[in-house]
């Protein structure tokens, strides 16, 4: 216990250090958001599963219900309640939010948390909703975040049901990161390979991995990370990847630490004898790997919940 006590000090402290020199010298490497999520890691061993994953569905729920009453009153402008898509000429809602892929990473979030909280007497109809939540969100946002999270989660806890697929989902869980975080780099560093593979993607993903290449060869990557003033909505340059938008802007520490968080977060799930909890996780990094809003409070809420305390947890406390 006492080894445990000096590892959650000595990460508290690096992260504070990270943190407070991010301020000092104005560079993106850690966020206030990304750094409260630290924090509540640190403490969350004190905190019930249950009752986390309960407070966290109630609050992301009435915040949810709030922005779509805001949204159907009319207090939000109307222009930012939809985006073009110029490809196409369809139009992608976002219900009052301020993107239709917030929208969509929202929807996943309080999906995830309806199931997550879910029991014996109430599973069959929580999935059910969450099924009904994830078809309507992803055909108004067309949020392909949402829609790679949702059906990976789907086919994990389909294939769960087969004891020997479930094994193997958890005794490997901890390698995707690793994976998502090396494809996510890999693909958009070689789109220009020539492969007719990444142009097929690239068409499927709504340009993604055109836009991705062209801003690698804008920044190099940093170790402490950079200001990217040439990424957003100014210049139109989206960096929908997760991985890439950390190593790029908050450079390479910071991605590692978050990789390592990534997988020791599916290590505790394991622990924590939640096989449902294992597979939101794999399902949200394998979708930001089209996506980046990583940096939402409502979605650090599930991996802090891999860090809090269950009664039937495997193994020790950490």
């Known amino acids: 216990m006492k ?3 000096y590892i959650r000090i000595s990460v508290f402290i690096l992260i504070s250090l990270i943190y407070v020199s991010s301020l000092y010298f104005k560079t993106p490497m850690l966020n206030v958001n990304s750094y409260l999520m630290f924090l509540f890691i640190l403490n969350a ?6 009752y986390f994953a309960n407070v966290s569905l109630i ?4 915040t949810f219900v709030i922005v779509l009453f805001m949204f159907f009153i009319g ?7 939809a985006v073009l898509v110029s490809q196409t000429g369809t139009l992608r809602y976002s219900l009052g939010f301020m993107h239709p ?3 969509g990473i929202f929807a996943f979030s309080f999906c995830s948390f309806l199931v997550l909280s879910a029991d014996k007497s109430n599973f069959k109809l929580r999935y059910l909703l969450a099924l009904i939540i994830f078809i309507i969100i992803s055909y108004i946002s067309a949020s392909r975040g949402l829609e790679v999270s949702g059906i990976i989660l789907i086919i994990l806890l389909i294939i769960g049901k087969i004891n020997f697929l479930k094994n193997c989902i958890l005794k490997l869980s901890y390698l995707v990161p690793l994976m998502c975080a090396f494809l996510a780099l890999y693909i958009p560093i070689n789109y220009d390979s020539g492969n007719a593979l990444y142009y097929s993607l690239n068409n499927n993903l709504s340009g993604r991995l055109y836009l991705q290449n062209f801003i690698l060869k804008l920044y190099n990557f940093k170790i402490f990370g950079q200001q990217t003033p040439l990424i957003g909505s100014s210049t139109g340059l989206w960096l929908d990847n997760a991985y890439l938008k950390i190593i790029v802007s908050n450079g390479i520490l910071i991605a590692f630490i978050f990789i390592v968080l990534f997988m020791y977060a599916c290590i505790r799930s394991i622990k924590l004898n939640k096989y449902v909890l294992c597979c939101v996780i794999i399902a949200l990094i394998c979708g930001e790997m089209v996506e980046s809003q990583l940096d939402n409070a409502f979605v650090y809420a599930i991996f802090v919940l891999a860090f809090t305390y269950n009664k039937n947890m495997i193994g020790e406390i950490g």
């Open 59 to 62: 609050v992301i729920g009435f």
């Open 75 to 81: 207090i939000f402008p109307p222009e930012n309640n």
């Open 45 to 50: 061993k004190f905190v019930d599963y249950d």
């Open 3 to 5: 080894y445990q006590n």
């Open 101 to 103: 892929n917030t929208l």
